[in-house]
């Protein structure tokens, strides 16, 4: 063989199995960079965050953070909230078919989230890229930790006392199989739980559903199915106000506005599957499938360091 084969051989064959730190991530920003990539990752976001009515930014922004280490946070803010809200909207259309939102509580509790989301899209420029990634690791592991300890605990109906409790709304929605949901709620609770995700969402690209729909079914008592509906319907209004903050700041780069565009081509229709899926899925194991993903991207992203 001429030595020119032999010397080429010893260069190439140690590229392609030779396993370095960095080979993985090169490999998944080539991957993030094709179109079609983008669209199958924009599908499986969508089906799942709407499965379990979290908007799917919980996905996406670790995906960014360990696929594209070069994008700034508010850039993947960015990205997610955008993507959060085509599926929110996408989702919204299909849980509204199925009669599962609770469009009086919605409403007044996507409200109280709008200042928050403002003020966390103007924050987020100011926080460094690794303090981010912590804050969001941390994050995603404790959330994870709560939903592991709840799912397997029956929520505790209202006693009689509560339920004439002046504190206490009571809401009763009939759903498109004919079940009826009916429920009591602490109103003031909800309103100061929604200016939290109201800020964390925009601030970390995450949506708000992964601490909503936990919230609403273990503090203010919402049947599952009516809150992963209802906190899609709440995450449409609040996401759109923050892609709309977004765009006056001027956040959508051309590569920024490319990766948007191939994520929504498959988000979209995954909403519709996603909601079509959560009328076969048992409500406890809803939960701790969201728990299990929380957890996994919570230590991947921990481990990064």
């Known amino acids: 063989m ?40 924009g599908l499986v976001i969508g089906t799942f965050g709407t499965l379990i009515g979290a908007g799917g930014g919980f996905l996406l922004v670790p995906l960014l953070l360990l696929a594209k280490p ?102 009763t929605i009939t759903d498109s199989s004919g079940i009826v949901h009916s429920y009591h709620f602490n109103q003031r609770y909800g309103i100061i739980i929604s200016i939290l995700v109201g800020f964390l969402s925009p601030l970390l690209g995450i949506g708000g559903g992964i601490i909503h729909v936990p919230a609403m079914v273990h503090v203010l008592q919402f049947p599952v199915y009516i809150a992963t509906a209802t906190s899609h319907f709440i995450l449409a209004i609040m996401s759109t106000v923050s892609v709309i903050t977004h765009i006056i700041r001027g956040s959508y780069t051309h590569e920024a506005t490319r990766m948007v565009i191939g994520l929504a081509i498959g988000v979209i229709p995954g909403a519709q599957l996603g909601a079509f899926l959560s009328h076969k899925i048992k409500t406890h194991l809803i939960i701790r499938i969201l728990a299990i993903c929380l957890s996994l991207v919570g230590i991947r992203l921990l481990l990064h360091f």
Request: net charge positive.
């Open 2 to 41: 001429p030595a020119g084969c032999s010397a080429t051989r010893s260069i190439i064959i140690p590229q392609l199995f030779h396993y370095h730190p960095h080979s993985l991530p090169n490999f998944a920003v080539s991957m993030m960079d094709n179109f079609i990539v983008l669209i199958l990752v």
């Open 70 to 171: 070069g994008l700034a946070p508010n850039t993947v803010t960015a990205i997610s909230i955008a993507i959060v809200a085509l599926n929110a909207i996408s989702g919204s259309i299909a849980y509204a078919k199925s009669r599962r939102i609770d469009y009086k509580s919605g409403i007044i509790f996507a409200l109280y989230t709008i200042p928050g989301s403002i003020g966390g899209v103007l924050l987020v420029k100011y926080i460094p890229k690794n303090l981010f990634d912590i804050i969001f690791g941390i994050l995603l592991i404790g959330l994870a930790t709560y939903l592991f300890i709840k799912s397997g605990k029956e929520t505790k109906p209202a006693t009689e006392a509560q339920k004439n409790s002046k504190n206490l709304k009571h809401h």
